[in-house]
């Protein structure tokens, strides 16, 4: 099973970003599916690893890559001008010029973050969130400074340049819309000058659009990716020169990495980045980017989690969560939690006189366990609501997770740990309960969708994981 059903709430009713406006579409009920799609595994990789700057020099490998397919060592990017209408001696040496800028550009942020990796203080690292917050800053400021995306013009609208602006795939149609809006500051309409290249389409858009309900086939999606791969990398060099390795596309819907299968350069060498970030399902963070999942409903946070609650308020549940039996984890939560303790409140449907963000006010840990897949919009929820998430999942690369410290706002339980889940949770002390507080409320901005986009919030964070990507540098 890979589709949720309960979590999706508004059954038939989706949501679109229509430029900027966000208008209501009503389409037909998407099935829900029981497939199973395995695909071979990358090793896992435990998302919390020892922070250290390494450098591998992604230029360097593509260049050799595309020099084996031409047999030709010198600049990649000059052997790949028989597409330009015009391709006399003078523009081919603008474009190496170009090319050169961009490397150069390249070359000094890594070396000015390098060089600010060592130099972090405590007050840049407010509950400690940062594997090294001095790296980070230096590295925000180089993207801010430099990154330039080229967002490919051409598909049609609707399942391309859109997407679902509420409910459960929000974050995909809002980062969508964001990079395509006029005022954003990193789209370049100069494919020549771009460090990478967005190729905007929508895979939740696709299943409601191309997937025939109960039909259990994934093929139209396959095809529709492996088109769009086809129609860039025909009518423009990019994609060929760099075999598609500074190309990326993003989506939250589960389907998203058995869409991306469409094309094989797409699934091994593209940035995915996506909410099923399951290192058990080819997700591979290396390349790969961590998307948070957001729930909006009516495309808006809920108004009770919209600012940070008081410091004081009072909690008086040791732990809370409610939602559908999907997967197994959640399974093996209920085995054990389902309306067994009084304190450490697990719920299959919640209790009509409950509402969610209101029972995680009053609690001091949020459940967020994975369902049919590893991402859940609890995680971000949680931290609205400075409920300290306990996250119960196997496989899952958690967002942002190479510049954040996930131990100094969320508390990992092992699957197999389940069944002693009260007792861990009790057994935290409180001053560290405290600090995981202190983490929380300093996280918050880094998971907030704005709309324009504001520095620091998820858009520039979802850039900025694509950015260290394209630099190939790892905290
Ligand atoms: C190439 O473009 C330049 C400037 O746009 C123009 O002056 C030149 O004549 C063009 N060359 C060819 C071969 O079309
Ligand atoms: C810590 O870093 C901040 C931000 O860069 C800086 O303003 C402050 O002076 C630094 N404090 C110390 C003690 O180095
Ligand atoms: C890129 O490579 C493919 C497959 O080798 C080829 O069909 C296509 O024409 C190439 N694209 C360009 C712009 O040369
Ligand atoms: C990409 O990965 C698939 C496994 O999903 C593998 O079968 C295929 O050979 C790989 N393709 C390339 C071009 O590396
Ligand atoms: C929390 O603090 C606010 C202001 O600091 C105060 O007005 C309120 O009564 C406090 N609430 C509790 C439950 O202590
Ligand atoms: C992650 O992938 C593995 C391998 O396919 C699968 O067994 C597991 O259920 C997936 N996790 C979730 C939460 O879907
Ligand atoms: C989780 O539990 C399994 C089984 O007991 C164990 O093999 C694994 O090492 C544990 N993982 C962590 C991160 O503690």
């Known amino acids: 099973?890979?589709?949720?059903?309960?979590?999706?709430?508004?059954?038939?009713?989706?949501?679109?970003?229509?430029?900027?406006?966000?208008?209501?579409?009503?389409?037909s009920v998407i099935a829900v599916v029981s497939v199973r799609f395995s695909v071979s595994g990358s090793p896992f990789r435990s998302s919390v690893s020892a922070p250290t700057v390494s450098i591998v020099e992604l230029e360097k490998k593509a260049i050799a890559a595309t020099a084996v397919a031409n047999r030709n060592p010198s600049r990649a990017i000059a052997s790949d001008l028989s597409f330009s209408p015009n391709s006399s001696f003078s523009r081919k040496s603008t474009l190496v010029r170009k090319d050169d800028k961009i490397q150069e550009g390249l070359a000094r942020a890594r070396a000015a973050i390098r060089k600010a990796a060592g130099v972090g203080n405590l007050s840049m690292n407010p509950g400690g969130i940062y594997r090294n917050p001095g790296a980070f800053y230096q590295s925000y400021k180089e993207m801010e400074r430099r990154f330039k995306v080229y967002v490919y013009e051409d598909g049609d609208f609707i399942i391309v340049h859109n997407g679902p602006c509420k409910n459960i795939y929000a974050s995909e149609g809002r980062f969508i819309s964001e990079m395509e809006h006029v005022n954003n500051n990193f789209r370049t309409r100069d494919p020549h000058s771009a460090h990478v290249y967005f190729m905007p389409f929508s895979v939740t858009w696709m299943v409601k659009f191309l997937y025939v309900p109960l039909s259990y086939d994934i093929e139209p999606l396959k095809e529709f990716v492996s088109d769009y791969v086809r129609l860039?990398?025909?009518?423009?060099?990019?994609?060929n020169r760099s075999h598609g390795a500074d190309h990326f596309m993003l989506?939250?819907?589960?389907?998203?990495?058995?869409?991306?299968?469409?094309?094989?350069?797409?699934?091994?060498?593209?940035?995915?980045?996506?909410?099923?970030?399951?290192?058990?399902?080819?997700?591979?963070?290396?390349k790969d980017v961590s998307l948070p999942e957001i729930y909006l409903y009516n495309g808006v946070v809920s108004p009770k989690l919209q600012s940070p609650p008081p410091a004081n308020i009072s909690r008086p549940y040791l732990g809370f969560f409610a939602g559908g039996l999907h997967g197994h984890v959640r399974k093996t939560l209920f085995d054990h939690w389902k309306g067994s303790d009084s304190d450490l409140r697990v719920y299959e449907y919640l209790p009509k006189d409950m509402d969610y963000p209101s029972e995680m006010l009053r609690s001091k840990f949020c459940l967020c366990p994975s369902g049919y897949e590893v991402a859940s919009p609890r995680v971000v929820e949680a931290m609205y609501a400075e409920c300290v998430p306990v996250m119960l999942s196997d496989h899952y690369v958690f967002p942002f997770s190479d510049v954040?410290?996930?131990?100094?706002?969320?508390?990992?339980?092992?699957?197999?740990?389940?069944?002693?889940?009260?007792?861990?949770?009790?057994?935290?002390?409180?001053?560290?309960?405290?600090?995981l507080k202190e983490g929380l409320r300093a996280v918050r901005k880094h998971f907030e969708l704005n709309r324009p986009a504001l520095r620091f919030d998820m858009f520039h964070m979802i850039l900025h994981s694509i950015w260290l990507r394209r630099l190939n540098l790892r905290f």
């Open 1 to 27: 099973m890979m589709k949720r059903s309960g979590d999706d709430g508004n059954g038939g009713v989706v949501y679109a970003c229509l430029g900027v406006l966000c208008c209501v579409l009503v389409v």
């Open 232 to 239: 860039i990398s025909t009518k423009y060099p990019f994609w």
């Open 251 to 286: 989506s939250c819907h589960d389907w998203a990495p058995v869409a991306s299968k469409g094309n094989d350069l797409l699934y091994n060498t593209s940035v995915r980045v996506l909410c099923n970030a399951n290192t058990s399902e080819g997700f591979n963070p290396q």
């Open 404 to 435: 954040l410290n996930w131990e100094a706002f969320s508390v990992q339980v092992n699957i197999s740990d389940i069944p002693r889940l009260k007792e861990i949770l009790v057994a935290v002390p409180e001053d560290k309960y405290m600090k």
